[in-house]
């Protein structure tokens, strides 16, 4: 069964950095599509960024771009999320996730819902 980790969230100030890291069992990442997603509290999860392992493409949500950054290591079998720059809007749950057959675009934009695999999630909290 393939599984999801998530670890790395925690209380951070307002510009301060963490990163996240997914790590993943069962599988190897060269099989999936990972997706970061978030969900502010109150509000739809959305998502953040996601890479597509089969041809290395990348997707940045708005908000986000210019201060996270998605990467991986093979090796560890690990999917990273480096979040710098950090403001209140970032505040949520982080959820990693994977799916065999989505392109970063379907996987990030378009639907959600049916994304295969999920982690539980990791808080992020910015503030003061």
């Known amino acids: 069964q393939v599984q999801l980790v998530e670890s790395g969230g925690g209380l951070v100030q307002p510009g301060g950095s963490l990163r996240l890291s997914c790590t993943v069992s069962?599988?190897?990442?060269?099989?999936?599509?990972i997706g970061w997603f978030h969900q502010a509290p109150g509000k739809e999860r959305e998502g953040v960024s996601c890479?597509?392992?089969?041809?290395?493409?990348?997707y940045y949500a708005d908000s986000v771009k210019g201060r996270f950054t998605i990467s991986r290591d093979n090796a560890k079998n690990t999917v990273y999320l480096q979040m710098n720059r950090l403001v209140p809007e970032d505040t949520g749950v982080y959820y990693c996730?994977?799916?065999?057959?989505?392109?970063?675009?379907?996987?990030?934009?378009?639907?959600?819902?049916?994304?295969?695999?999920w982690g539980k999630g990791s808080l992020v909290t910015v503030s003061s």
């Open positions: 996730a994977a799916d065999p057959l989505r392109n970063v675009r379907t996987m990030c934009v378009i639907n959600y819902r049916g994304v295969k695999y």
């Open positions: 890479r597509d392992n089969s041809d290395g493409s990348t």
């Open positions: 069962g599988s190897t990442l060269d099989d999936y599509t």
